[in-house]
């Protein structure tokens, strides 16, 4: 599904990836971990293009997305959320979630404006699929309440409507945990499962919370300075000598 292959990106004299090579394979969830700074919201911004990678290659679907624009990249079906929140907080809720089918069914802007059929039916069938979302992540209750001022954990879950709204098939949830109680984490992690069976993505997890990454992924890949340092189940990296110094340091 998504294959990463020797990428290199740089800023002046510093390396944020350093010949990083990894896939994720069809519906399938690829955790990505590492302490801060390793190169792994770097990563992220490569895959959506944010950022040109210096060198390497990014294949999705069989698409070389280096060759896209930054917009077409939703198109072709990769969705993300983000670390810091990033969501209108004077629109509803429902609103926000609706924002994310931008890029595959919002009405011309002159259908909308004058109301023809098919701008209200677009509207209605788009309503429609917010609906559905809200009732799935368990957001209805608040569906037609400003963003503004609701609890963080129900603002994250709104980040992911959002990203589901576009139908993706492969989904980059970046630090979805973040911020979250330990109940919140572990209800996180059933739904995150439970979405990936009903609506068909892969995933790629990049998270700090190791119950979650450790217990939810198919296959783990760690990062320090910018390198792979393991790639394997999650039980393999958990034990991987690499990966503990990263983490505890040696004598730990």
């Known amino acids: 599904m998504l294959q990463c292959k020797d990428l ?7 390396t944020a990836l350093d010949h990083i090579s990894f896939t994720v394979a069809d519906n399938e969830i690829c955790g990505l971990i590492g302490p801060n700074g390793a ?5 992220f911004n490569c895959v959506t293009r944010v950022y040109r990678p210096t060198q390497g290659s990014i ?3 069989g698409t070389d997305l280096l060759s896209l624009r930054r917009h077409q990249i939703v198109r ?6 983000f670390q810091n ?3 209108f907080p004077s629109l509803t809720v429902m ?13 011309h802007l002159l259908t909308s404006a004058v109301g023809w059929p098919a701008g209200r039916t677009a509207k209605r069938r788009l309503e429609s699929e917010a609906s559905y979302l809200m009732a799935v992540l368990d957001l209805t209750d608040v569906a037609f309440r400003p963003a503004k001022g609701l ?10 409507a ?4 576009s139908r993706p098939t492969l989904l980059l949830l970046d630090e979805p945990a973040g911020g979250l109680t330990h109940s919140e984490v572990k209800d996180l992690g059933s739904l995150i499962v439970s979405l990936k069976n009903e609506f068909h993505f892969s995933a790629l997890l990049v998270e700090h919370h190791m119950g979650l990454v450790m217990g939810i992924s198919d296959h783990v890949v760690a990062m320090d300075f910018g390198r792979t340092i393991a790639d394997g189940a999650p039980a393999d990296v958990q034990r991987s000598p690499e990966v503990v110094a990263s983490y505890l340091g040696r004598s730990a």
Not at 76 to 81: D, I, L, N, S, W
Not at 151 to 160: A, I, M, N, S
Not at 162 to 165: K, V
């Open 151 to 160: 609890p963080f954990g129900t603002l994250k879950r709104v980040e992911l």
């Open 162 to 165: 959002r990203a589901l709204m």
């Open 76 to 81: 072709r079906g990769v969705a993300r959320t």
């Open 85 to 87: 929140l990033a969501l």
């Open 39 to 43: 190169g792994k919201t770097s990563l």
């Open 95 to 107: 609103e926000n979630a609706m924002v994310g089918a931008h890029s595959r069914s919002t009405p």
């Open 59 to 61: 294949t999705f679907d």
């Open 8 to 14: 290199v990106l740089t800023f002046g004299g510093i």
